[in-house]
């Protein structure tokens, strides 16, 4: 598959930044962004943040040129971290107050031992395309369009990105990404395998989100692409949904409770594990990019064009929450102090749960 493909409504990495001109910095000469380390700026808080992860007490945003912020006051004010790439960054996860990782663009990995202050290279692309070729060179059995695939990767370099990853303790990490990319690590980081072929993803659709619940882990992707694990991301099995669009995200309330959204507005809620779906009711045609359950229980989920949505149906309804001066939402997470953070293309914002009340009734 030509990487040349179009990954369409990467939300977090291009539409966003090239439709808004999201460009916060001074236009300065990049040397290899790969390995130069993000730049500090006064303006850091303000530029395009595509993830927001709570975890210890405190706030983790991650983005563009490969900043990573930190907010111990419930998101009222950042600090920005020590980060070795200036590369987007496009999603971030901890397993416990020290220990997380950070995904983006070129396949980079990084990894933070203490609470996100300090973060450090773990895989790159350069690195990924190689193990992907050691392991199509060791497979006696392998198609010959997997060995083909590798050396392509490989020859083209670390051009395509990583764009969500699930960490499920200290040691288990699975990243996902463009064109079906898949990797994974027993170890914390020190070891990566490719990971792909454990998803029944021939198509090589892109791989936008990964979330589990108890052991259910589910991946939303490209043209309609959901997939199911039942042990614990050893293996999935496709589900078929009723959309050939992209989904962009999808929201865990159980094992068997879900949504998935994406392009045009699409919210799809399934009670039975995907067995069946119905179409949620939400009063919009911009794309869905962010989600995720409330600790009331409610579901909320935000657009493109700066809409957030909230439904306390279990997501089979969403009702308008009135936002002053909208701005694209890139992701959303719920903070410690039951703060409603917002992340997107003006750095974040912050609503209180009064806020988030206001003119929602279903």
């Known amino acids: 598959m030509s990487s040349t493909r179009r990954v369409s409504g990467l939300f977090a990495c291009v539409v966003i930044a090239s439709l808004h001109g999201v460009d916060t910095f001074a236009d300065d000469a990049v040397i290899d962004p790969l390995n130069r380390a993000s730049i500090v700026s006064a303006r850091a808080s303000v530029a395009?943040?595509?993830?927001?992860?709570?975890?210890?007490?405190?706030?983790?945003?991650?983005?563009?040129?490969?900043?990573?912020?930190?907010?111990k006051d419930d998101g009222r004010t950042w600090v920005q971290a020590q980060v070795p790439t200036s590369l987007m960054l496009t999603s971030v996860r901890f397993a416990n107050t020290e220990n997380g990782w950070a995904v983006g663009h070129g396949g980079i990995i990084l990894a933070t031992s203490d609470g996100g202050r300090a973060w450090q290279k773990q895989l790159d692309g350069i690195s990924a395309a190689q193990l992907l070729l050691e392991a199509a060179r060791a497979n006696q059995d392998a198609d010959p369009h997997q060995l083909a695939y590798a050396e392509r990767m490989v020859s083209e370099g670390a051009d395509k990105p990583f764009l969500d990853l699930l960490v499920q303790d200290e040691r288990t990490i699975t990243v996902?990404?463009?064109?079906?990319?898949?990797?994974?690590?027993?170890?914390?980081?020190?070891?990566?395998?490719?990971?792909?072929?454990?998803?029944?993803?021939?198509?090589?659709?892109?791989?936008?989100?990964?979330?589990?619940?108890?052991?259910?882990?589910?991946?939303?992707?490209?043209?309609?692409?959901?997939?199911?694990?039942?042990?614990?991301?050893?293996?999935?099995?496709?589900?078929?949904?009723?959309?050939?669009?992209?989904?962009?995200?999808?929201?865990?309330?159980s094992p068997e409770h879900m949504l998935v959204y994406g392009l045009r507005g699409n919210v799809y809620l399934s009670k039975d594990g995907g067995a069946n779906w119905q179409k949620s009711q939400l009063d919009t045609e911009e794309s869905l990019t962010a989600g995720s359950v409330l600790k009331d229980g409610s579901i909320v989920l935000g657009n493109q064009a700066g809409g957030l949505y909230r439904s306390t149906d279990g997501g089979l309804s969403f009702a308008s929450v009135p936002l002053g001066n909208p701005a694209p939402i890139v992701a959303l997470a719920e903070s410690a102090g039951n703060s409603l953070i917002l992340a997107g293309a003006r750095g974040t914002v912050r609503l209180s749960e009064a806020a988030l009340n206001v003119g929602n009734k279903q």
């Open 48 to 71: 395009l943040l595509t993830a927001v992860e709570p975890t210890g007490g405190h706030l983790v945003a991650v983005g563009e040129r490969g900043i990573i912020l930190l907010s």
């Open 176 to 253: 996902v990404g463009a064109f079906g990319l898949a990797f994974r690590s027993n170890d914390g980081g020190r070891s990566w395998q490719p990971w792909s072929s454990h998803i029944p993803n021939g198509q090589g659709s892109h791989l936008y989100a990964i979330r589990q619940i108890a052991q259910t882990q589910y991946i939303a992707g490209e043209m309609g692409a959901v997939f199911r694990s039942n042990d614990g991301g050893e293996s999935f099995t496709r589900i078929e949904t009723p959309y050939e669009g992209s989904f962009f995200g999808l929201v865990l309330v």
